[in-house]
């Protein structure tokens, strides 16, 4: 199966009347502003002010605005200048269901946080009832398909760094013929020095993001600056599908580059003999450039961990959380045999991982720490999936995306010098730039025209709104993005 | 210099009247109970319950009792089962100001946590001037001396695997002759095959604990569980000073082990010259065992540090916030030339460290991360922060410490056969059980009794309680602990 084509097909049709919008069952939120307002240059002084003193004292040079946290309202964001953004980046895609959305403020101001109020726990040693409300509910009711269990910890690098923890103490104990550590194992650990696990891998792809502590970004493949400085384990890479939009035009070739990733991931397990714990991969590569693979690719890469044993990691920290048209970026593959782990942070408020029973370590205390999450991010994120549930979110990201998709689509065919390859699942979109200098002319303009958004890779532009991003907001971005096109054309 | 005796010296008055106990400034928490009542065998049978329930879905092996989060107050934990605990352990060191203090629940139900309700930001990219408040006031107001810069992350863990990185950034640029990297590092980098930074080391003490994402984790080395079956870098160690206690008795062995460690640590810096980027050290060696080093040796490490150009790290996640009578424990070594970073968490409520500005790197986007903290627990931070100034809870901590501490030492007096080593600084205090098993009875019998405790290293108590805890608990602790020595003796 090729990837399901989530949007119209290629067309021109990106500015149409209210009236011919798409409809969505998400309902509008109530006293979300009506448009963009820009009443300053973007950032502006109160921003460049509070950019002064912040700096004294933090690293603020990578501040976009300072944000008025409370007026910021659904799909906009108020600046500190009083500037209405629409606001197309979430975050780093970290915002669900808009800013304040009603509900979730009546949520707070109804008590239903206070048992989180007076202190934070260590939730491995005493957490609260409420605490197992949440995860035997509403994370049991997320959870993806054949993963019963769960841990939490408190970001994407976090949840990254103990999947594969999990992964490794399960082909340890595999090597060892079902047993657990020796004493010579536990001596040689307090050395950093074991033979065998000095010895493990873990396999991820050319382009990927998997965070920046150093077991992490030893993962990570998207960009030097993450890296360079830093020691990293020497673990092997595999290049990812170069796919490129539409893909009618372009099954040939996708269909090779495909095949390409495939042969040159079995030949690294084939090199690595009895020493990869893991394949890690994005269903959607978000920081290193919005690159795209097709459900088949996942699903032969699925098969081809399980055939050399090991452990088949869905990092959904970016794409989990509904916005690519399903909550988990990976159920669209269609796999009979589910991954053993599936990694989620930023929409889900804390980080974490599902994964099946046997990558659950027999022994207590192994995937471990202090916080292991944060109870009041996790009671949030309970009230954050009722609303998804109850205002069809997931559906609105489908048909809303389906109409960005289709309106990128009709951009790059009406500015074919500026944009291209036009994709994207959901609202879980992009578009590349000419070049690095007109993804940087357009970033710009979006910003100077009030809205909110954020490279990836080094030409692409990244789409990566709340789930409460409907067709009018659509529309709206699309015009202040056809002017860019116009001025850099 | 010697340690700070920060106690009356050794003695054999633990119990006295309540009129005998020392004063200190801080108030008493209004409603917080007068005593440990115990109703149900603990863990109890709702306890049980929940962890059944709980255990299908999360690893709930670990788990003390289930805590009635609203119930629970000041230094005492109410778990479901309606037996109320003193707390000695803090939820693993993170409860500052005890369970839900009513001056934090005004603040919360006041309104001050309102900006915050909405979403959880990106620090990095559209913080709001709140945020610029609270870095700016009440988190240069604990500043440590010397130390101008904040970066905030999430966890312990991540706050050492960025001071690390911090680290590495400085080496590397001196190795460069003050230059950032070539395209030869860049591309490098990107195969995980950087020559010169994969041959940076960073050293840490034997017994310390660090955290368990894999950078940090090469740095643990107190418990081989921590460490089995996971890749490590290839870092040394150096071994911790096998102090004795009490100190006027060991004073000579003492320093012949201080100078022991010193001559270890000062060889592995000559054995990798140009490669060491940091020594990283725990104030006290809050879970290897609660090992105690002179204000001496401090002093004579940060010379070393200094001497080699490698950061001085004083791993400050468990020592932070109050509770050894100074807000930082390095305070008390008093350095003229202050540890280059010093990391936090746990009782700060998020992760972060406090370093020069050289430790600053020059690019942006090179210590960065998604969420960046959470401005909801620092914002509660920084009532927390206002509290203990108003309440003057450092300087009880340090009244109460001394008076713990003593006590303590009158038991190991009176129990020769059962405790020893007796030792602290304010509150953070331990005292060694026989061997492990002893020490496993004893926490038993503290469990069983109403106490919640811990161990430290394999056969150390570690007393972990928040900042109000006064005289009045120590002495009920202290009862405790006495009727588990005579079960015991």
């Not at 949840?159 to 104990?173: C, G, P, S, T």
């Not at 088949?312 to 991954?339: C, K, M, N, R, Y």
């Not at 309970?382 to 048909?399: G, H, K, P, Q, S």
Request: charged letters at 25%; glycine letters at 10%; hydrophobic letters at 40%.
């Amino acid at each position: 199966m090729w990837i399901e084509p989530c949007h119209g097909g290629v067309g021109s049709r990106t500015m149409r009347s209210m009236s011919d919008l798409p409809k969505t069952p998400a309902p509008a939120i109530p006293g979300e502003p009506e448009r963009i307002s820009v009443k300053t240059p973007i950032p502006g002084p109160r921003t460049e002010e509070l950019r002064r003193r912040h700096g004294a004292v933090q690293d603020a040079r990578t501040v976009h605005v300072y944000q008025d946290a409370k007026r910021s309202l659904g799909n906009y964001l108020v600046d500190v200048d009083g500037n209405v953004i629409l606001d197309v980046y979430g975050h780093i895609a970290c915002v669900p269901i808009g800013y304040n959305h009603p509900d979730l403020l009546a949520a707070w101001k109804g008590g239903r946080f206070d048992w989180c109020a007076g202190y934070r726990p260590a939730l491995g040693i005493a957490p609260s009832p409420e605490w197992v409300d949440i995860v035997t509910g509403a994370m049991a009711r997320i959870a993806p398909k054949g993963l019963p269990r769960l841990v939490t910890v408190t970001t994407g690098a976090e949840a990254v760094e103990n999947a594969i923890k999990a992964a490794f103490v399960l082909l340890a104990r595999r090597r060892r013929g079902g047993k657990g550590p020796t004493d010579a194992d536990l001596a040689d650990s307090m050395r950093n020095d074991q033979a065998m696990a000095n010895g493990f891998k873990v396999i991820s792809f050319q382009g990927s993001f998997h965070g920046r502590t150093l077991g992490a970004l030893s993962l990570t493949r998207s960009k030097a600056i993450h890296k360079v400085d830093f020691p990293a384990f020497a673990w092997p890479t595999v290049p990812f599908p170069a796919n490129r939009f539409p893909l009618a035009e372009h099954a040939e070739s996708n269909r090779a580059t495909e095949a390409r990733s495939l042969e040159a991931a079995e030949a690294v397990f084939k090199a690595n003999p009895d020493n990869v714990a893991a394949i890690i991969v994005e269903p959607i590569q978000g920081e290193g450039g919005d690159c795209h693979a097709s459900h088949d690719f996942f699903r032969s890469l699925r098969k081809m961990a399980r055939a050399h044993g090991a452990a088949f990691i869905a990092d959904e920290v970016q794409t989990s959380g509904g916005s690519t048209g399903t909550f988990w970026a990976h159920e669209a593959w269609g796999l009979d045999d589910p991954p053993d782990i599936v990694t989620f942070s930023k929409k889900l408020q804390i980080g974490g991982y599902y994964c099946r029973e046997e990558l659950f370590p027999a022994e207590p205390l192994r995937i471990f720490n202090t916080f292991l999450g944060d109870p009041l991010r996790l009671a949030q994120l309970e009230v954050i999936v009722e609303i998804m549930e109850r205002d069809r979110l997931i559906e609105n990201a489908r048909i809303t995306g389906d109409f960005l998709v289709n309106s990128l689509e009709g951009l790059a065919a009406r500015y074919p010098g500026v944009l291209s390859n036009a994709r994207g699942r959901g609202t879980f979109a992009a578009v590349d730039a000419r070049d690095p200098a007109t993804q940087a002319k357009i970033l710009e303009h979006l910003r100077l025209a009030g809205v909110e958004g954020g490279g990836s890779g080094t030409r692409s532009l990244r789409f990566r709104p709340a789930n409460v991003f409907l067709p009018r907001h659509v529309a709206e971005a699309i015009g202040v993005l056809e002017d860019a096109c116009k001025k850099v054309a």
